[in-house]
């Protein structure tokens, strides 16, 4: 510290002025680019990215962590009992029961191919012949009621054993289930598996008779403006006057309910929360008019089919874990119910009491619920190809309407192919135009915003022409009645009247002159139409750990852990080394610059580089590590097809950048103690080990504390290396699992707000950003009170030694 | 502390020199897995695909320079990776940003040190606090917030930011406190110079290791940045060295000895740079403990 003296004191005072212009350009720098954008991460982590500009959403994106992954509590809860209507432990037990039962059913133990691989193979394996006589019979039959539950048992566990007996199985299942199960499951991206898509749902169809209401109250009901211009937008898509005459047409039969048109219209109308051609979400108009739908399904005896259906790919839901047991019990209660009821099943009755469940005696086998759909199903449509093809299409339609539009804006990026051929007449190019002329996927055309802009502003100048007209005329009037009671009395009705008019006049011909459009209220170019997607949270209710953000805090966490404990531990040896005066090591200073090298260097470049040595490719290329593998005689080793490898590669690469750098601060630490310690610790006779323990190691616990939080920081911040470790899918062979396994927080963001995926969930990645910030916050005020005892001490120092400036 | 104790240390026999021994086999095996790694991609990259696929080579191609060409032509055929493109990029990006953060730095650090403002104290506080927060955090807004302005692909997003670098601030008025004395300052003022000219022509110089420090540090944070570039630029003429090297992969048909050659291009530079710079750069990693 400089000493300064009591003149320059006074002096320096008539600067302070300058140490703000000093810092101004810091501080404005960092609120621009800094603090600004944290703030509206914030902003954006509380709304409803997908629709629009940040419409405010409260917690929601908070919920989603909630709901999914935090709140297991809320089904233990001790409303649960009274909310669902049944105990905790009977409800826990059903859905296990449930659980089991749709998993013995993937089996399917009915395919003709399938059960032969059984009958020949397992008569070699576990299965015993009583087992294969009743197989046998079922599959004569066609009924798995002849197979006994012992039986079964021993099929399902020899499956677990056998899976390649079991992968003949399931590939042999008819393509007729693959297809139905294309609706429990549509539309996979063409990285991310199956799990990852949310499951759209055929739920039992809404019925309704306010349709004509509806279009009545389309007609004639009251709107705002903001509804009004929605409505005349999505009019204009139809190429109707009004939308009222287009839904007029479309229940009478002269528009086809497949068009994505019909969707697309009803699942901007009919959300509780639509998006109006402005890009700002404004109370929607009911639209609960399914009754049509369910009359053309009806009227095309579908009805059934459609019920059946819907079942089960639902079922099918609760057993790939698509669909969340626990959201959807009641209706899954109701749809066996209904299809029990219909014959269409036969249906295991449980009955709960005192915690344990019980089977009514009259029911039949207890695993066949799904096959006897499957069979109802086969007799009834299989034999006609198209009849069923149709059926499945219709089902989509009904999904599509529960669903609101989602299906269509998520699930048809593949599908749609399917659709078309199952619709066949439908025109696929009609379609595509359609998609891109509304700009479905991408955010919504700027120049359609401009023309819709134009026509606001020409709308709005025409009204305030109009405003004008009219109360010019009515303006001499108003003149002469403020006239005829003397002209002077401010607060008399006449006077009221006359402002009001003048005003009016005034403000429209400002209008005029600036005419308000869309474009002046919302950058259009930020207005993303994703308006069927409003429930973001669906996105995580995949199941699968890893595909979420727990899994890569998750991930980061681990792959830190596993990186820092040999960091430090090496460079707490290395450094005791490096200071030990007995060894006294020649060369420090070259090992200490070789050692740091790696911290230098890009991490994407290493990243590749690893990839390369670790990569694996069928082609009959080996790399690096498959060669010193078959070198030492093994097999070629597929590094990146196994999580856990991968993610060591990723933790050694982390260890090997960052061991040199915490050498070097280390040691900078203990040549930083005392030397008198050392000594007088010699003349006690301490050898290099108790010098170590009991001096250098307590000493040096600030700094290893330091260096901890550090690379707590930097570690949660990892990206480079996963990241490109991961880059390209195809190149070493990565799987779904592969990609979970290293996605990191910052991965996770990335991929969530700038990703190659059609809905970028901009409010889940900055609520990611946020968690992330608590996080790092909670360890930057460690390290901030780590440093700041070190300043305090600093302080002290410079206090005593008397060169304070007060 | 060593010099002193050494002779008498020296005498104490075969146990310590065995025990040496072994510490020196343990050192020099993490020296030499730090360097091994950039020594296989040098050496590969003077390889052709084909030796390369049967086996790892740990040395020069005889042939070295004639293959370096080939690989090297092969990969300025490359349509995702240019060389040129990258390096100027990451260059005008990298000096940019390390200029105006080591001008402003220096700036912010010396108005905090000399002038005895109110809320100095708070703001430095504050400088601190916000040290630890990574970028990474804001970047939904920040990407926004340049998409707003129509700054996506250009290189102001992530050179402007630079301007505000706490970290570097704070280490830096850690130097100035102790080695700026204000006699100097007040000198300078006796002899009628205004507080800019003060700051750059008379501190600033006084200032220089901890500037150049603090700029190896800066310059080496902004060429291998990775997360914000890959965010922000998405035209191959826009990219940077880091995020062309991470277009560097390839199918089963790849040509490997272009892709070692791409990855030693793009590390060569800094190698040669840190072999120059690497007193500096361990030293100021011992000061402040530098972490980006």
């Known amino acids: 510290m400089a000493r300064a003296n009591n003149n320059g004191k006074r002096k320096s005072m008539s600067y302070t002025r300058y140490g703000y212009i000093f810092i101004a350009p810091f501080v404005i720098a960092y609120c621009i680019f800094s603090l600004y954008p944290l703030l509206t991460t914030f902003w954006y982590s509380t709304a409803n990215m997908q629709s629009a500009t940040a419409n405010f959403w409260g917690f929601s994106n908070y919920e989603a962590y909630y709901d999914r992954y935090l709140d297991l509590t809320k089904l233990y809860s001790d409303s649960f009992d009274k909310d669902v209507g049944i105990k905790k432990a009977d409800y826990v037990k059903i859905r296990n029961f449930f659980a089991a039962q749709d998993k013995a059913d993937a089996y399917d133990p009915l395919n003709e191919d399938g059960v032969n691989a059984i009958i020949t193979n397992g008569a070699t394996g576990p299965i015993t012949q009583k087992a294969i006589d009743e197989l046998k019979q079922a599959l004569d039959n066609k009924d798995l009621s002849y197979l006994s539950s012992d039986s079964f048992k021993q099929l399902k566990d020899w499956k677990s054993q056998y899976s390649d007996i079991s992968l003949v199985v399931s590939q042999k299942v008819a393509s007729i289930y693959t297809q139905i199960s294309a609706i429990a499951t549509p539309a996979t991206d063409e990285e991310e598996s199956v799990e990852e898509t949310e499951a759209v749902t055929a739920e039992s169809i809404y019925t309704s008779d306010q349709y004509d209401e509806f279009v009545a109250n389309l007609s004639s009901g009251e709107f705002t403006e903001d509804q009004v211009a929605l409505m005349n937008y999505l009019a204009a898509k139809t190429g109707k006057a009004t939308l009222a005459e287009y839904f007029t047409s479309v229940k009478n039969g002269e528009a086809a309910v497949e068009d994505p048109l019909f969707y697309y219209v009803l699942s901007n109308l009919s959300k509780p929360n639509a998006v109006n051609a402005e890009g700002k979400t404004v109370d929607g108009v009911s639209v609960p008019f399914i009754k049509n739908v369910e009359e053309y399904l009806t009227a095309n005896g579908w009805s059934d089919m459609i019920t059946a259906l819907s079942s089960y790919s639902k079922l099918t839901g609760y057993a790939d874990g698509s669909i969340d047991l626990h959201d959807d019990e009641e209706t899954l209660y109701t749809d066996l119910e209904t299809l029990h009821n219909a014959g269409i099943i036969n249906i295991v009755k449980l009955e709960v009491k005192n915690g344990t469940v019980t089977e009514s005696q009259d029911a039949k086998s207890d695993s066949n619920c799904l096959f006897i759909l499957r069979k109802f199903i086969d007799e009834k449509y299989v034999s006609n190809e198209n009849e069923l093809a149709t059926a499945i299409q219709i089902t989509k339609l009904a999904a599509y309407y529960e669903d609101q539009g989602r299906a269509i804006l998520v699930g048809m990026k593949i599908p749609v192919d399917k659709y078309i051929t199952y619709s066949g007449s439908f025109d696929i190019n009609k379609y595509f135009d359609f998609k891109r002329e509304i700009g479905l996927y991408d955010a919504l055309n700027y120049d359609k915003y401009k023309e819709l802009d134009k026509a606001r502003k020409e709308s709005n100048v025409a009204k305030a022409q109009k405003t004008i007209e009219e109360a010019e005329a009515a303006l001499p009037d108003a003149q002469a009645a403020y006239a005829a009671i003397g002209g002077e009395d401010t607060k008399s009705k006449e006077y009221n009247t006359l402002k009001k008019l003048e005003l009016s006049i005034v403000s429209a011909k400002d209008t005029i002159k600036n005419p308000v459009g869309i474009l002046g209220k919302v950058d259009a170019r930020y207005v993303y139409i994703f308006s069927g997607l409003e429930n973001y949270a669906s996105i995580f209710a995949s199941k699968t750990r890893f595909n979420t953000v727990i899994g890569a805090f998750y991930n980061t966490a681990l792959m830190w852990v596993i990186g820092f404990i040999p960091q430090i531990l090496l460079a707490l040896l290395l450094s005791a080394w490096f200071t030990d005066t007995k060894l006294h090591l020649k060369g420090l200073g070259l090992m200490k610059a070789l050692m740091y090298l790696p911290n230098v260097i890009t991490a994407v470049t290493i990243a590749i580089f690893f990839r390369r040595l670790f990569g694996y490719s069928t082609g009959g290329t080996l790399s690096a590590a498959q060669q010193v593998i078959v070198a030492f005689g093994g097999e070629p080793y597929n590094f990146f097809g196994s999580a856990w490898a991968t993610r060591f590669i990723v933790c050694f690469i982390n260890f090997w950048m960052w061991y040199g750098n915490t050498m070097i601060v280390l040691i900078a630490g203990i040549t930083s103690i005392s030397e008198s310690l050392y000594e007088s610790a010699q003349i006690d006779g301490a050898n290099s080990f108790q010098t170590y323990t009991r001096i250098t190691l307590p000493l040096l616990r600030p700094i290893i504390l330091y260096t901890l939080v550090t690379s707590m920081i930097g570690g949660l911040q990892m990206f480079d290396i996963p990241m490109n470790i991961n880059l390209n899918p195809a190149l070493v062979n990565f799987n779904g699992t592969m990609i979970k396994s290293i996605r990191t927080i910052l991965i996770y963001i990335n991929e969530q707000a700038f990703g190659r995926q059609d809905v970028k969930l901009v409010g889940v990645a900055a609520a990611t950003s946020v968690l992330l910030f608590i996080v790092t916050t909670i360890l930057s005020i460690l390290i901030f009170y780590i440093m700041r005892d070190k300043d305090a001490a600093k302080a002290k120092k410079a206090l005593k030694k008397g060169g304070t400036r007060g | ?292």
């Open chain 2, 1 to 292: 502390m060593s010099a002193n104790n050494e002779p008498k240390l020296r005498s104490k026999s075969a146990s310590i020199r065995a025990y040496s021994i072994m510490v020196y086999v343990v050192v020099i095996f993490f020296s030499i897995l730090a360097v091994i790694p950039f020594w296989f991609m040098f050496m590969n990259a003077t390889w052709d695909t084909m030796s390369i696929q049967r086996g790892i080579k740990l040395w020069p191609n005889p042939n070295a320079f004639k293959q370096l060409g080939i690989n090297w032509e092969n990969l300025a055929k490359r349509s995702t990776f240019s060389f040129a493109v990258g390096f100027k990029n990451s260059l005008i990006i990298s000096v940019s940003a390390t200029a105006l953060t080591v001008y402003f730095s220096a700036l912010t650090a010396y108005g905090l040190t000399v002038y005895r403002f109110k809320g100095r104290k708070t703001i430095f506080a504050i400088i601190v606090g916000v040290m630890m927060v990574p970028t990474a955090v804001n970047i939904t807004g920040f990407y926004r917030m340049m998409s707003a302005m129509g700054l996506l692909g250009s290189k102001w997003p992530l050179i402007l930011p630079a301007i505000a670098a706490p970290s570097t601030v704070f280490f830096i008025k850690q130097y100035l406190e102790t080695s700026l004395s204000m006699e100097i300052v007040e000198a300078s003022r006796i002899d009628g110079a205004g507080e800019f000219y003060t700051f750059n022509r008379i501190c600033l110089p006084i200032m220089i290791p901890s500037l150049a420090t603090q700029g190896i540090f800066s310059f080496l944070g902004t060429w291998n940045n990775f997360f914000a570039p890959s965010i922000l630029l998405s035209r191959n003429e826009d990219k940077t060295l880091p995020l062309m090297v991470a277009q560097l992969y390839g199918d089963r048909y790849t040509d490997y000895g272009m892709i070692y050659m791409g990855l030693s291009a793009s590390v060569l530079p800094v190698v040669i740079v840190y072999a120059f710079l690497q007193r500096y750069i361990i030293s100021g990693v011992a000061a402040g403990g530098v972490k980006e």
